[in-house]
Every structure is written in C-alpha cells, then in structure tokens.
C-alpha cells in the first residue's frame, strides 16, 4: 500500500508560480511511474503531467511550457513547479503513483 501526501498549495496572483510536492511512503518510490492530475469545481478529473522511472516527462498542451515535473527518488517526493500561473488552473491538485494510488488533494487557487 503506498500513501501519498501533497504540499505546497495555496492562493496565488496570475503570472504568478507555486511548487506542489507530492512526498510517498509505502512502497519502492523509484520503481513508479507518477502523475499530477487536478480537478476544477464543477469539472471532471484532467491529467496534467506524468514522469516515469526514467525521469522522461509528458505534459498536457494546456500546461506544456510553463509547468515542470521531477522527482527526488532519494526523498520519495515528487514536484510540480507551475509558473506564469492562470485563474484557469484553480483547481485541487492530485499525484498519482502508477494511477493506482491518490493523494488526498490540494488546493490551488490563482486569483487577483
């Protein structure tokens, strides 16, 4: 059983950028592919980034270019780094281990 526990959300201004972690315990970090989904109000569940056990990294067009994923496997924790942040990426945020295991969830808030 692998738990996970995201960190690092909160309110921010558009333009502006925040970093998620996303620290697991409970199993082989390093073996897992990971991912960051979120989930606005009144919308469905939307992938955002993957990375696998080779640090290759996938994202979704409306984040390619200002969101980064990585990971520490030396820390079991996992990061999203958003940046130039938009009201439209209000949302609560999830990491996802092998798309098996969820976070419980955290909330991003990008207003003015």
């Known amino acids: 059983q692998v738990q996970l526990v995201e960190s690092g959300g909160g309110l921010v201004q558009p333009g502006g950028s925040l970093r998620l972690s996303c620290t697991a315990s409970?199993?082989?970090?390093?073996?897992?592919?990971m991912d960051w989904y979120r989930q606005a109000p009144g919308k469905q569940r939307e992938w955002v980034a993957g990375i696998d056990t080779q640090d290759h990294t996938v994202y979704a067009d409306s984040v390619k270019g200002r969101f980064t994923i990585s990971r520490d496997n030396a820390k079991n924790t996992m990061y999203l780094e958003m940046n130039n942040l938009k009201p439209e990426d209000t949302a609560v945020y999830f990491c996802s281990c092998i798309r098996l295991y969820w976070g419980q969830g955290i909330q991003v808030t990008v207003s003015s």
């Open positions: 409970g199993g082989i970090f390093k073996f897992y592919t």
